[in-house]
C-alpha cells in the first residue's frame, strides 16, 4: 500500500535548521499537491506550506522567508528546509499528499507526524 514517510525532526536550538523530508512509497503513478501542516499541542493542526505538480508554492505568513518547500519527483520525496527556526515552531509536522495510483485513481494521504521541537 502507499504510505507517507516523514523524517528528519529532532531537537534543534532557536536559530538553527532541520530538513524535513515526506517520502511517498508504494504503487504510485504520480504525486499532484503535497502540504506540510503542524500541531502544536492544545493547539489545532495548520498548513504551513504547500506545492503544487506543477512546482507552484505558498506558506503561511509567519514561516515566509525562513521555509522552503521542495519536491524530487524521481524520489517521490517533498523536502521542508526550516531555517532560523523559532520556540513557536515546535509542534508534530505532517505531510499531506494528493496522488495517483497506478490505476490513476486520485488518493489522499497522511503521514504519521514527525516531532520537531525548538528549546534551549
Known amino acids: 500500500q502507499v504510505q507517507l514517510v516523514e523524517s528528519g525532526g529532532g531537537l534543534v536550538q532557536p536559530g538553527g535548521s532541520l530538513r524535513l523530508s515526506c517520502a511517498a512509497t508504494?504503487?504510485?503513478?504520480?504525486?499532484?499537491?503535497v502540504g506540510w501542516y503542524r500541531q502544536a499541542p492544545g493547539k489545532q493542526r495548520e498548513l504551513v506550506a504547500t506545492?503544487?505538480?506543477?512546482?507552484?508554492?505558498n506558506y503561511k505568513d509567519s514561516v515566509k522567508g525562513r521555509f522552503t518547500i521542495a519536491r524530487d519527483n524521481a524520489k517521490n520525496t517533498v523536502y521542508l528546509q526550516m531555517n532560523s527556526l523559532k520556540p513557536e515552531d515546535t509542534a508534530v509536522y505532517y505531510c499531506?499528499?494528493?496522488?495517483?495510483?497506478?490505476?490513476?485513481?486520485?488518493?489522499?494521504?497522511w503521514g504519521q507526524g514527525t516531532q520537531v521541537t525548538v528549546s534551549s
Open positions: 499531506n499528499a494528493d496522488l495517483r495510483d497506478l490505476s490513476q485513481r486520485a488518493w489522499n494521504y
Open positions: 506545492i503544487t505538480g506543477g512546482g507552484s508554492t
Open positions: 508504494g504503487s504510485i503513478f504520480s504525486i499532484n499537491a
